[in-house]
């Protein structure tokens, strides 16, 4: 259902005038970090479905993405600690991929500011759940654009040594912003 939401607003960008653009899925890039009280963190990588950057003038106006959350990777680990964390991030204390391949991200407003860079609203659904959550887009060279942003990962009813769900946790916190960091090539 929302592959065909991101279809039809890109269609409708079309029709007003507005140059969508796909991206390309093989080299752009998403990055993830995660910490624990402890200060410890993990990070890793997540792949591109799809998607697609709006634009007009050479400005970003908009952009639909979709997020294979199958793809989850660990790299911060290596061997079986790494496929233990992967696994644990893909089961349905934390994802639940099996039941919500995919996370989507529709943008809903842009404004341009400073250097070269767009502060955008979007529509962010995880696990069927959908919050806005604020992202910042900076061209990066012809075609190019990177973006950075945090989400709250309770919002979305990932529980696991979540403060948002449990007290007492002690050092068995796990944070629950998460940040993002994207390239994209388009």
Do not use: C
Not at 17 to 45: M, P
Not at 62 to 71: L, Q
Not at 129 to 146: L, Q
Request: no cysteine.
């Amino acid at each position: 259902m929302k592959t065909i939401y991101l279809t039809l607003i890109t269609a409708l960008g079309l029709s007003l005038g507005i140059n969508a653009q796909d991206i390309n899925t093989s080299e752009s890039s998403l990055k993830w970090y995660g910490g624990d009280v402890t200060g410890k963190e993990h990070y890793g990588a997540l792949t591109f479905k799809s998607g697609s950057i709006n634009t007009s003038n050479g400005k970003l106006t908009g952009g639909a993405f979709e997020i294979d959350m199958s793809s989850i990777d660990v790299q911060d680990l290596e061997g079986e600690w790494a496929e233990k964390l992967e696994g644990h991030l893909k089961a349905d204390d934390f994802f639940g991929v099996d039941n919500f391949a995919s996370a989507y991200l529709v943008l809903t407003s842009v404004k341009e500011s400073a250097n070269g860079s767009f502060a955008a609203t979007g529509d962010l659904t995880i696990r069927g759940i959908t919050n806005p959550v604020d992202v910042t887009f900076t061209a990066a060279g012809s075609n190019k654009m990177t973006a950075e942003m945090t989400f709250d990962r309770s919002k979305y009813d990932v529980k696991f040594r979540s403060g948002a769900f449990f007290s007492d946790l002690g050092d068995k916190l796990i944070l629950d912003d998460i940040k993002v960091e994207v390239s994209l090539v388009y």
